[in-house]
């Protein structure tokens, strides 16, 4: 199997009405989950090695890397579109070098016309924004790197 | 005290004695005359309609439109047990928003006549003067709710206020996700606004407008052709009491049942969705797609089946019927 067949499995599974897919050839063995079919069970506000997230295994493409100590990854609590702004005309809710305090809104997640202000659990320095505004962002997607002050 | 004194002038409505004397409202209350005539003035500032007779009295002019402190008594178990009028207002989730952060009642209600920033998705302007709709927001602390299911409370307040209009005879098409249409103009929406950290909802606000006695020409040009009003559906004026009183009672019901884990609403929407089984377009991720849509997910995402066959599921963004 390669690279192609792979993206056509994602693609595959990413129409059809399956949360997991797993596929299994002589000694290779491929499972595919659904990030959206998961409800969460916690938004990690602190930094761990946990690299079982429900992202496709095979993916890997533009995976952020690892944060490092004292960095905290914000990440998409549900499905939605990503709004770094309050309103299409309005200022951002933080740029990058921003300083933000505990509970400090960053940004709106918006599903079926339910607005997320999601708010910063840490008091520190905006170090990279890693979703485009209006674009649509999936469950633990990661959207903030926050360096702790 | 201003609340009594609507809440007795109410009464007299309802047991049809059609003027409360100052004296009788004095010796009630247990206050002067002019301290009566004091507050009759301050709840006329609120925006209540009071005709004075002399040697009659007071009486409210259209009692069945109040939406004063003292006219509402949904007799509801959460939403509208505590209740906040407001003659005007930003916006009533905006300011839900506010007294969430500052720890207000669970189920509070706030209702405003007129809102000056009345609001819609991404902050586009819903159009609100006052006397003529119904804007309010309730503010839920939900147990247990996580994010990722918040969503459908969006569903669950259209069929609540679809129930209450079809009480008054008014069968009301729901546009996915949250427009209430008639005859294909608008009459009402539903805009949810949610804040919490971490995974659980800590808070939820939710803002129902419907268009009550809104005339074509109270209306800005470009709104006139999309947006219609129960009067215009009706061709009477409505008083806004019984309605506002029926929305808070079948809201409180389906949020109840809804905390207890049924899901028994998102079958009823299917039913109502107006938009099921139409031809949509709709944008995601920059591409424009064409198709049919043809179901609710229990997480309340339509699935359209796309021109070339294939089924996609849209979670955010508007869609419009072809």
Redesign the interface.
Known sequence: MNLDDIQILIKALE???LVELVWEVDDAKLILKKAAAY?????P?AVTGDVEKSQPEAAVSDAPTEPAAGQVVIEA?????F?RA?????EPYVRVGDIVEV?QPLCII????????I?S?VRGKVLEILADNA??VE?SQPLFVIEQI | MQAEIVARLIRAHEQSQKYVSGSELARELDVTRSAVWKHIEAIRQDGVKIAAVSRLGYRLSEPDDVLHAGAVDPSTALIGTTYHYLKEIDSTNLEGRRRAKEGCPNGLVILADKQIQGRARMGRQWFSPAGTGIYFSTVLFPENLPTARAALLVPLTAVAVHSALADMGVQADLKWPNDLLYDGRKLGGILLEISGEADQVRSAVLGVGINVNLMGQDLPEELRDVVISLMEIKNQRMGRRQLLHSMLASLDTFYADFQAGSRDFIEEYRRLCWTLGRSIRFEQEGKIYEGTAETIEDDGGLSVRLQCGKMMTIRSGDVHCL
């Open positions: 129409e059809s009405s409800t969460p069970i916690s938004v506000t609590p549900m499905v939605g579109t709004y309050p309103a299409p005309d309005a509970g918006e599903a079926m016309k339910l607005m997320n202000e708010e659990e674009q649509p469950y």
